[in-house]
């Protein structure tokens, strides 16, 4: 079983994660891995802290000379921004520190800092927000690209793009190679692939700035490439549509997860979107009428793209705080703000594609197996081969 943990909080040293269960043989690139860091960071619509931070991942085991050798792997992404915390937040008591702690009694509503502080018996929010905050999802991506990096093997690729910013929604259809030539660009805006849109889109999230508000959004993750048959029918659990949308849900701010055309299908007839299945007996294969399904019916690939859609709500810290209480006084209070996003949207799609990645790295792994890359493949191929004079 491919598995993965992080730790590290939003200003402490650093973030790490552990990775076990991939197997020998995989080609790792540092430069690959950081470049996804970089396109976590990109978009319109972030606050300070993503100038203060250029990510870079250290590896410290289970790769070694470019390849995964089998053994769990660590990796670490430090926190530039530590160095204005190291007396804030020290391992171990320093004397006098009680001056230097930045206790946070505001909980902002729709954070974690409440329900946290009563859960963990904390007076203030700081250790409870140090955790929460989606800066732990660079560990997520840095892990997402060692995923993608196994399924590239196999000709699988995730990308994303973004379908909808506030009340502004793309209204056509995207293909594969729209969303391949986005994931090129340099110089990310809003991460959707028209233009037009894309303006308008801005201009939503401009308003949300000028009047110290946040605003909502919705991504859509795609993956290409991948055989009919990863994940299964045959238990709750293993149906891959809940396992991909409790991997977008798990994303911090991300309410909801669309798998295919879920809300256009549940507003409309049997009759106008489901997946018809045709033959193409010269090519000998099956091929469908459409892909509202997004490649997945009866929790299994069946062989199209699979798509799955990420809903945003609006950043819950506002420049314009809400009515909250402070915890020291039990007074009413305007919530706290600290440097904070009025837009995620790209963000959090390269965010989901890494959720994805893991997610079909591990039912790949599930269904193939292996200790090293050429078994995986052996195994792969073998099953392809029988896909093929099905
Ligand atoms: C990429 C990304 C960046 C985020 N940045 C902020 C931020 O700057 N300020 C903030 O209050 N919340 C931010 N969030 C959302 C919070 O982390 C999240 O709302 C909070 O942890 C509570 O979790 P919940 O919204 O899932 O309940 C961000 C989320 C994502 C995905």
Redesign the pocket.
């Known amino acids: 079983m491919f598995r993965f943990e992080t730790a590290g909080e939003s200003h402490g040293e650093c973030l790490v994660a552990t990775l076990v269960g991939l197997p020998a043989g995989i080609p790792i690139s540092l430069q690959a891995i950081n470049h996804e860091l970089w396109r976590?960071q990109q978009g319109y619509g972030?606050?300070g802290?993503m100038k203060i931070e250029t990510d870079s991942v250290e590896i410290v085991s289970g790769v070694r000379h470019s390849q995964t050798i089998g053994s769990p792997i660590a990796l670490i992404i430090r926190n530039r921004d530590w160095k204005n915390w190291t007396e804030i937040l020290p391992v171990e008591d320093i004397e006098g520190g009680e001056d230097k702690k930045k206790p946070m009694t505001r909980p902002?509503p729709?954070?974690?800092d409440l329900a946290g502080a009563i859960k963990y018996n904390f007076q203030d929010a700081r250790y409870i927000?140090e955790r929460?905050?989606?800066?732990?999802?660079t560990a997520r991506v840095a892990v997402g690209a060692i995923a993608k990096a196994f399924l590239a093997q196999f000709g699988i690729r995730v990308l994303s793009h973004v379908i909808g910013v506030g009340p502004v929604r793309l209204e056509r259809s995207v293909t594969w190679d729209e969303i391949e030539a986005l994931a090129m660009k340099e110089d990310v805006l809003l991460g959707c692939v028209d233009a037009e849109t894309e303006a308008k889109m801005k201009e939503a999230v401009d308003v949300a700035y000028r009047t110290g508000d946040?605003i909502g959004a919705i991504f859509e993750v795609r993956a290409h490439g991948l055989p009919p048959g990863l994940g299964s029918h045959i238990t709750w659990d293993s149906r891959l549509d809940g396992r991909l949308a409790q991997a977008i849900?798990s994303?911090?701010?991300?309410?909801g997860a669309e798998v295919g055309c879920a809300e256009e299908q549940a507003t409309s007839y049997g009759s106008k979107v489901q997946d018809t299945i045709h033959y193409d007996k010269r090519e000998r294969r099956f091929f469908r009428g459409a892909n509202k399904a997004g490649g997945l019916e009866g929790g299994m690939t069946n062989g199209q793209d699979v798509f799955v859609r990420g809903f945003?709500?609006p950043?819950?810290?506002?420049r314009k705080p809400l009515e909250s209480v402070d915890l020291a006084t039990r007074e009413p209070s305007l919530a706290a703000y600290?440097?904070?996003?009025?837009c995620?949207a790209p963000?959090?799609g390269?965010?989901g594609e890494a959720m994805t990645a893991i997610v079909l790295a591990q039912a790949f792994l599930e269904k193939f197996g292996g200790d090293s890359l050429a078994e995986t493949r052996r195994n792969y191929e073998g099953y392809i081969t029988q896909v093929r004079e099905f």
């Open positions: 976590r972030r606050g802290r902002r729709g954070h974690a927000l929460a905050s989606a800066r732990e999802t946040t849900v994303m911090q701010a991300v309410k945003l709500k950043i819950s810290t506002l600290e440097r904070s996003d009025v995620v963000a959090a390269v965010i």
